[in-house]
């Protein structure tokens, strides 16, 4: 089990769908992120959190939204995907500065 | 090796050997360097970190040694289990909070 809990495990969509991935840590971790990862690929940077304000948006198109209610939790919102969105969401917490991520095991999206 | 299309670059060994993953990182300004492995199914896991202040670090039946001239990287599993079969990339930090993944490397252990 990871401290960094995800919701849902799995997710199937259609293209017209809104949909919403959790995150939530207990960690007191004040950075928070969310990779997106393709099979056999490596996790790719798509937003970061700093004391819940957006510090990072790697360019991620807009029907990806991003949400930090509160130091603990962490949201995705999801509108009008398309099937290449398709991917292993993780979501991933650290303390500030130069210190390890801490991952959850994943949204497994599919975008039908 | 790189990673060419679907396939990534995988490294098999016999139980009980020493494994070395490498990885060649991009940024030369990167100061924080960290390994993770990766499970069928589930999230980056760490292993180990070092700082660009240092050229090696020891943790258990792991060791990593950085070498900032040629920006590589390598990962050390002594003693490699079935276990430790898993993909294995490495992450570099720099600009504060960007972590970027290497392309990562699978290891196969054979019993």
């Known amino acids: 089990?990871?401290?960094?809990?995800?919701?849902p495990k799995h997710l199937v969509m259609g293209m017209t769908n809104k949909k919403s991935l959790k995150c939530e840590?207990?960690?007191?971790?004040?950075?928070?992120y969310w990779y997106k990862q393709k099979a056999k690929k490596p996790p790719e940077l798509m937003f970061v959190y700093s004391y819940e304000k957006l510090s990072i948006n790697e360019s991620v198109p807009s029907r990806f939204s991003p949400e930090c209610p509160n130091s603990s939790l962490l949201n995705l919102h999801l509108h009008a995907l398309q099937p290449e969105d398709s991917a292993l969401y993780l979501c991933a917490s650290s303390q500030e500065g130069d210190s390890p991520l801490h991952f959850g095991n994943g949204t497994r999206l599919t975008v039908t | 090796g790189e990673s060419?299309?679907?396939?990534?670059?995988?490294l098999s060994v016999q139980e009980g050997d020493n494994s070395i993953i490498?990885?060649?990182?991009?940024?030369s300004a990167s100061d924080y360097f960290i390994w993770y492995k990766q499970e069928?199914?589930?999230g980056p896991q760490f292993i180990i970190d070092i700082r660009s202040n240092m050229d090696k670090r020891q943790g258990q039946r792991v060791t990593v040694l950085l070498n900032k001239t040629v920006k590589h990287l390598s990962l050390q599993i002594a003693a490699t289990q079935p276990g430790d079969s898993a993909v294995y990339f490495?992450?570099?930090?720099?600009n504060f909070n960007k972590f970027y993944f290497g392309s990562g490397t699978k290891l196969n252990v054979k019993p």
């Open chain 2, 22 to 27: 490498n990885c060649a990182y991009s940024n």
């Open chain 2, 4 to 10: 060419v299309g679907l396939h990534l670059p995988t």
């Open chain 2, 40 to 42: 069928s199914g589930k």
């Open chain 1, 25 to 32: 840590q207990h960690m007191g971790h004040r950075a928070m």
């Open chain 1, 1 to 7: 089990d990871t401290e960094v809990t995800q919701t």
């Open chain 2, 90 to 94: 490495c992450a570099e930090i720099y």
